[in-house]
T-cell receptor
Framework: DTEVTQTPKHLVMGMTNKKSLKCEQH?????MYWYKQKAKKPPELMFV???????INESVPSRFSPECPNSSLLNLHLHALQPEDSALYLC????????????????FGPGTRLTVT | LAKTTQPISMDSYEGQEVNITCSHN???????ITWYQQFPSQGPRFIIQ???TKVTNEVASLFIPADRKSSTLSLPRVSLSDTAVYYC??????????FGSGTKLNVKP
């Protein structure tokens, strides 16, 4: 199974809502990533988890809160978002030991299309 | 911060070979260069990865000169289904990795 799954596929939320994005992989990968991608732009790294511990936070605002409950699951909790946070949120995983090492092939999920109204 | 530069877009016809170059001046000395393909509303998909000289797999080749300040993805005999955005992914010498700006390849019949 070389698949990364993400739910929901689409999400519309108001600026006062709290919601969560979910990501799951069963490839035994020990690094998991959250990216944000705006239209016609490359993915931008937000967070990296290595062995279920947060190893990289790319100065992401605190209204985004990641969580890695176990080695297969990654969540992104959203609270008090702004309209400019509307984007495609991508989850990825890789067989890692050093989570920031780009030499490991990353497997991406299909993303969650988030719209903040 | 290091920058990567890719052409914004390229046009090609079916059956042609396409070469897409990424310039990465500040690549980390011990890091690989990876290329990804992305279709609309999908996550990027790994194509090929290399450290130096030439790497070939069943879908592409990757050429990396000795100074490693650039890399060229070569797609042989493209088809309509190769229409996508292509990104290089590198790590700079501050241990930050990031995608290049992306090249939109349009393959025409």
């Amino acid at each position: 199974d070389t698949e990364v799954t993400q739910t929901p596929k689409h999400l519309v939320m108001g600026m006062t809502n709290k919601k969560s994005l979910k990501c799951e992989q069963h490839m035994g990968h020990r690094a998991m990533y959250w990216y944000k991608q705006k239209a016609k732009k490359p993915p931008e790294l937000m967070f990296v988890y290595s062995y279920e511990k947060l190893s990289i936070n790319e100065s992401v605002p605190s209204r985004f809160s990641p969580e890695c409950p176990n080695s297969s699951l990654l969540n992104l909790h959203l609270h008090a978002l702004q309209p400019e946070d509307s984007a495609l949120y991508l989850c990825a995983s890789s067989q890692d030991p050093s989570a920031w090492d780009s030499s490991y092939e990353q497997y991406f999920g299909p993303g969650t299309r988030l719209t903040v109204t | 911060l290091a920058k990567t530069t890719q052409p914004i877009s390229m046009d090609s016809y079916e059956g042609q070979e396409v070469n897409i170059t990424c310039s990465h001046n500040n690549i980390a000395t011990n890091d690989y260069i990876t290329w990804y393909q992305q279709f609309p509303s999908q996550g990027p998909r790994f194509i090929i990865q290399g450290y130096k000289t030439k790497v070939t797999n069943e879908v592409a080749s990757l050429f990396i000169p000795a100074d490693r300040k650039s890399s060229t993805l070569s797609l042989p005999r493209v088809s309509l289904s190769d229409t996508a955005v292509y990104y290089c992914l590198v790590k700079n010498n501050f241990n930050k990795f990031y995608f290049g700006s992306g090249t939109k390849l349009n393959v025409k019949p």
